[in-house]
C-alpha cells in the first residue's frame, strides 16, 4: 500500500518553487508596487536579453516601449487594488532595442499579513506564434483575394459535402446571404427540373471521393437561370482522407448559345448540301442510263451518309464502327447475323478518312449484294478492324471478307468502284490496298498509318 507523501517542510517548499522559477521556460518576475524588479530568472535573461544584475534594483519599465507605458500604469493600479491582470499580448524591448511579442499574466504578491507588497509576472515569448498568426492571416487574405478575384462562382465543402463558405462572386450573382445557404440552402438555386440528376451524382462524389463535374442551369437573383460548367476537386488530408472540396461554377450560357448556333447552322448546311445532292441526283436520273443513275445515287446517297454522321458530331470525327454500320444500311437487317464487324470499333477517323473509308465500304457492300456473298441467302461477311504495331508507327489493318456467295472472278476491267475501294484509299490515305478474288469470296484488305486517319483531339 502506498503511503501518503510527507508535506514538505518550509526550507524544503522553498527550493522547490525556486527549482521551478530557475528551470522554467517562461519569464518569470517580481517586482514591488512600483515597479522595481526583486527577481528575475534565466528565462526572463534569455528573453529579455538582460542579466539578473543589470535587472534587479531597477524599473521593469525599461522593458516597455515609450508608446506602451500606459500598460504599466494600467498594471500597477490593478495590483495595488488588488486584483490579478489576465493573460494579454503586448510588445516588450530586447536589451538590443528591437521589439518582442509577448503573453503576460501578472498577479499580486501579498506578505504574511495579507498586505500587498509586489506582482509576480510571467511573460512567454509569442514572437513564433506571431509569425504563424501573421503568415495565416496573409494567407487568408490572399486566397480571399484570389477566390474573389476569379469569374467563377467558387465555393468549399466538408469532406461529406456540407458548404460552409461561398466566394463574393456567388452571392453577387444569386443575390443570397452565407445563413441563407447554410445546410441545404444551395439547392434553392438549383433548376428543378435538373435537382435530381445533380444531387445524385454529387452524392456519389462526395460517397466516393471522386471529382465531380457536371452542368446545370443556376438561379439568378433576376430570377433568371443561366448555364454552369461545375467541378468540385477532393482535398486530402497526409492520410490520404478527404478533408475538404473545393469547388467552382463556370458560366457557360454565352458559348452554350453559340454552339447552339453553330449546331443550327451546320444543320442547314447539311440540309442545304443533301438537297443539292437531291438535285444532281434527280438531273443524272433524267439525263443518263438507269443502271449509272442508280449507282451514282447510290454513292451520292453514302456521301450523304458520312456527312449526316460528322454533322451529328461536330465534324470532330467517326467511330469506325459507327461509320461502317451505317454504310451497311442496305443489309442492316443483316449485321450480327451474316455481317460481322469485330475489333477496334472506336477509332475515331478524321472527317478525310470517314469519306474515304465509308464510300469503299458502300462500294464492298453494293457488289456483294449484287454479285457477292450477300446476293443468296447463305453468304456471310466478315469485316474486321485492327490496330497493330510496325516498324514505322502504328496502323490500321481493315479487313472485308466474304464467304458463302456465288463463286467470284477477277473481273475484266476496272470501273468506277475500283477507284472507290482501291486508288482513292491510296491517294487520300496513303494506305495499300490489296484485293484478290479466291473462288470462296471476295477478300479487301486495307492497311494505313494511324496518323493520316485519326481525328484532330
Request: glycine share 8%; net charge negative; hydrophobic share 40%.
Amino acid at each position: 500500500m502506498n503511503r501518503p507523501s510527507k508535506p514538505l517542510s518550509i526550507a524544503h517548499r522553498d527550493h522547490h518553487f525556486a527549482t521551478i522559477v530557475q528551470h522554467s521556460f517562461d519569464a518569470i518576475v517580481s517586482k514591488d508596487v512600483d515597479g522595481t524588479v526583486q527577481s528575475w530568472n534565466p528565462a526572463a535573461e534569455r528573453i529579455f536579453g538582460w542579466t539578473a544584475a543589470e535587472m534587479i534594483g531597477r524599473s521593469i519599465r525599461v522593458l516597455i516601449p515609450p508608446d506602451r507605458q500606459h500598460e504599466e500604469d494600467d498594471i500597477l493600479r490593478r495590483i495595488r487594488a488588488g486584483e490579478m491582470v489576465p493573460k494579454f499580448e503586448t510588445e516588450r524591448l530586447h536589451k538590443s532595442g528591437r521589439r518582442i511579442h509577448v503573453a503576460v499574466t501578472v498577479s499580486p504578491l501579498r506578505d504574511t499579513d495579507g498586505r500587498i507588497v509586489g506582482a509576480s509576472k510571467i511573460a512567454h515569448d509569442i514572437t513564433d506564434t506571431m509569425e504563424i498568426r501573421r503568415r495565416l492571416i496573409a494567407s487568408e487574405h490572399q486566397f480571399r483575394t484570389l477566390a474573389n478575384s476569379i469569374p467563377q462562382l467558387a465555393w468549399i465543402a466538408d469532406s461529406d459535402g456540407t458548404v460552409f463558405w461561398y466566394n463574393d462572386r456567388w452571392f453577387d450573382y444569386t443575390g443570397t446571404t452565407l445563413e441563407q445557404m447554410q445546410g441545404e440552402g444551395w439547392t434553392k438555386v438549383h433548376h428543378p427540373d435538373h435537382f435530381e440528376r445533380v444531387s445524385s451524382r454529387l452524392k456519389h462524389s462526395w460517397d466516393t471521393g471522386e471529382e465531380w463535374e457536371d452542368t446545370f442551369p443556376l438561379r439568378g437573383k433576376d430570377g433568371e437561370y443561366r448555364w454552369f460548367l461545375s467541378r468540385a476537386m477532393p482535398l486530402r488530408d497526409h492520410t490520404g482522407q478527404v478533408w475538404r472540396w473545393f469547388g467552382t461554377n463556370t458560366d457557360i450560357t454565352v458559348q452554350r448559345q453559340h454552339e447552339q448556333q453553330i449546331q443550327m447552322l451546320m444543320g442547314e448546311v447539311n440540309h442545304r448540301a443533301k438537297n443539292m445532292l437531291a438535285v444532281v441526283q434527280a438531273m443524272v436520273m433524267r439525263t443518263a442510263d438507269r443502271s449509272f443513275a442508280e449507282s451514282l445515287g447510290a454513292r451520292l446517297q453514302a456521301l450523304s451518309r458520312n456527312q449526316d454522321l460528322l454533322i451529328k458530331r461536330n465534324w470532330s470525327g467517326t467511330p469506325i464502327g459507327e461509320l461502317i454500320e451505317s454504310q451497311l444500311a442496305a443489309v442492316n437487317d443483316l449485321i450480327g447475323t451474316r455481317v460481322l464487324i469485330e475489333g477496334d470499333r472506336g477509332l475515331l477517323l478524321s472527317p478525310v478518312a470517314s469519306e474515304t473509308i465509308g464510300l469503299a465500304i458502300h462500294e464492298l457492300t453494293t457488289n456483294a449484294t449484287k454479285y457477292g456473298a450477300l446476293s443468296n441467302a447463305d453468304g456471310t461477311v466478315q469485316i474486321a478492324c485492327n490496330l497493330r504495331e510496325a516498324v514505322d508507327g502504328r496502323k490500321l489493318d481493315l479487313v472485308w471478307r466474304e464467304q458463302g456467295g456465288p463463286p467470284v472472278g477477277e473481273p475484266n476491267r476496272a470501273g468506277f468502284g475500283t477507284v472507290m475501294i482501291d486508288r482513292n484509299p491510296r491517294a487520300t490515305l496513303g494506305a495499300d490496298v490489296e484485293i484478290s478474288y479466291p473462288e470462296s469470296g471476295l477478300r479487301w484488305r486495307l492497311t494505313a498509318p494511324l496518323d493520316r486517319l485519326v481525328a484532330e483531339p
